[in-house]
């Protein structure tokens, strides 16, 4: 398996700009793995497409205004994406503009930070720190999207109605359809809901290596499972209900801890699983998802879902692939791609 069996066009006014209002009013492209079939819906179907056989899984992680603006010393401007919160006053970043070790970054009166290799450790700590960063911060949107609203409106748009867990650079994007009304009505059909939290970081959505391909491994993300959600999935996997991840990093959670035996195992830690063509998914039965950047952990991960031996169909090529002829459906229909995007649930 190389990169290039991973690259399709995507004409660029399909990639969606702003989000979808309301919420479960976007388009959703069901894909059956068993019988190659593709059926166009609308995202508040699920009601109708699911019942009390079914689980939804949902991550309950909460995108936090993860991108700052300052300046250097010398007045040159700096843009800082925090990723992963290693103590009270630090974090790892991402920095645009040139840098070096031991340097001064200001943001506020009140804020500075040091930069120290990949991290960046500020003047504040703890409830203070955050509380500046949220007076300060700026919602972390994908590069690709280029939105006008305000910062307000963002921070509601660029994140799930069931956020609960702070600590996400990336808003896990296949949750961003449903709405509190929708649960209720799948709550009602009898759907049984339950949450897990992974705090996405902006390896998801990078492009990956052929060394990581080559080793199996990605970028570390954190978890947390609970006993009593893990004790309750099990259940349900035993009464053979089909357990639905609502988004890719969802899935990746599950697959983590079920990888041993296919019974999950509760816990707390970090992940670097790395999903590809062959993998045998254990404990997922369904996938809701948005449409991937091309060469990207997110679109192996979904091919591998649809193929062998996961499905009657052995993987060669994405664009041969069950999920590549979904792709391409999307595209001749126009569907709207990536973060704010619409759907597609694989069965």
Not at 243 to 258: D, F, K, M, N, P
């Amino acid at each position: 398996m190389t990169l290039t069996n991973f690259n399709f066009d995507l004409p660029g006014d399909l990639i969606g700009q702003k989000a979808i209002e309301p919420r479960d009013s976007c388009r959703l492209l069901v894909v059956n793995r068993q019988n190659q079939s593709l059926t166009h819906n609308i995202f508040r179907d699920l009601p109708d497409i699911l019942d009390e056989k079914c689980v939804l899984v949902l991550n309950d992680t909460k995108v936090f205004p993860a991108r700052l603006y300052g300046t250097k010393v010398t007045g040159g401007k700096i843009e800082v994406l925090l990723l992963k919160q290693l103590s009270l006053n630090s974090f790892t970043c991402i920095l645009r503009g040139k840098t070096k070790d031991s340097q001064k970054l200001i943001f506020s009166d009140n804020l500075s930070a040091t930069v120290l290799g990949g991290e960046i450790k500020f003047s504040l700590s703890g409830t203070e720190l955050l509380s500046a960063l949220d007076a300060l911060g700026k919602t972390p949107l994908p590069p690709y999207i280029h939105s006008t609203e305000s910062e307000e409106k963002l921070r509601e748009q660029y994140q799930t109605v069931y956020a609960r867990e702070k600590g996400s650079a990336a808003a896990p994007t296949a949750g961003l359809h449903f709405t509190e009304s929708l649960l209720s009505k799948l709550a009602e059909k009898g759907v049984q809901v339950e949450k897990i939290t992974l705090h996405v970081g902006l390896g998801t959505f990078k492009p990956v290596t052929e060394e990581q391909i080559a080793s199996k491994t990605l970028h570390s993300e954190s978890f947390w499972l609970s006993a009593e959600t893990a004790q309750r999935l099990n259940q349900a996997k035993k009464a053979d209900k089909k357990i639905i991840a609502v988004g890719t990093t969802t899935c990746r959670v599950l697959e983590s801890q079920a990888r041993e035996t296919g019974k999950l195992t509760a816990g707390e830690g970090e992940t670097n699983l790395f999903i590809q063509s062959g993998f045998h998914f254990n404990f997922v039965d369904g996938l809701i998802t948005n449409f991937h950047l091309p060469g990207t952990s997110l679109l192996m991960l979904v091919s591998a879902f649809v193929s062998a031996p996961n499905s009657p169909i052995t993987f060669k090529i994405f664009k041969d692939s069950l999920v590549g002829r979904a792709y391409a459906e999307a595209i001749k229909n126009k569907y709207k791609f990536f973060s704010f995007g619409d759907a597609m649930m694989i069965i």
